[in-house]
């Protein structure tokens, strides 16, 4: 069965542009939250969608948003990038069921390495 | 709002010795704590986790223990191999906040 996937693995890009970032979860689950993992950092909560509902925002600016699409896969996208975005954005993924934002077990996906010139 | 500390942030044991993580949280009403292993170039890896109902729970050779009166839970890692080596993160959840996660613990297994 497979996992979490997430695309692009790597993505270099400069001050000021955009960028997205998509996520598939695991088959049946409903539930995907997206981490900021800076180096030598924990993981850092962003958004956590279920249902194509936001279910949770973690303390990031306005620059970050996401959504959830009808397949439950999901995109991540931040706006006028800075050099302090440069980090690994993680893709977890839960069965969705439980309505609490940290209740259910995450599996994360492999992450997309963003690199901010 | 929650916060977790993990000590220590780097550990060297020799292959077959145990090794011991500790993690403390601060809203005690914590109640959801999960241990991932992170391995270079790979997103983290839930190795086992503890809800607040018990107090500790075993897998193989890896178990968690938790003290909520203390706010700690520890990892317990015995008979250590090469492939143990990783960063291994803590977390701690309410359940209706988010995970928030330790700094992490760069471990060592030494053949």
């Known amino acids: 069965d497979a996992g979490v996937t997430q695309s692009p693995t790597h993505l270099i890009k400069t001050r000021g542009q955009q960028v997205t970032l998509r996520c598939s979860p695991i088959?049946?689950?409903?539930?995907v939250s997206w981490y900021q993992q800076v180096l030598g950092q924990g993981p850092q909560f962003i958004f956590q969608?279920?249902?194509?509902?936001?279910?949770g925002r973690g303390n990031f600016p306005d620059r970050f948003s996401a959504r959830q699409f009808p397949n439950y896969s999901s995109e991540l996208n931040v706006n006028a990038l800075l050099l302090g975005d440069s980090a690994l954005y993680l893709c977890?993924?839960?069965?969705?069921?439980?309505?609490?934002?940290?209740?259910?077990?995450?599996?994360f996906g492999p992450g997309t390495r963003l690199l901010v010139l | 709002g929650e916060n977790v500390e993990q000590h220590p942030s780097t550990l060297s044991v020799q292959e077959g010795d145990s090794a011991v993580i500790k993690c403390t949280y601060s809203?005690?009403?914590?109640?959801?704590f999960p241990w991932y292993k992170q391995e270079l170039g790979k997103g983290p890896q839930l190795i086992i986790d503890?809800?607040?109902?018990?107090g500790e729970k075993k897998d193989q050779r890896i178990a968690v223990t938790l003290n909520k009166t203390a706010k700690h839970f520890s990892l317990h890692i015995t008979e250590t191999q090469p492939e143990d080596s990783a960063v291994y993160f803590c977390?701690?959840?309410?359940?209706?906040?988010?995970?928030?996660f330790g700094k992490g613990t760069r471990l060592s297994v030494i053949a």
């Open positions: 503890i809800r607040s109902n018990v």
């Open positions: 969608y279920y249902e194509k509902e936001e279910r």
């Open positions: 088959s049946g689950h409903k539930s």
């Open positions: 977890a993924s839960s069965w969705g069921g439980l309505a609490g934002v940290g209740q259910e077990t995450q599996y």
């Open positions: 809203d005690s009403a914590s109640n959801y």
């Open positions: 977390a701690a959840s309410t359940g209706n906040t988010p995970l928030v």
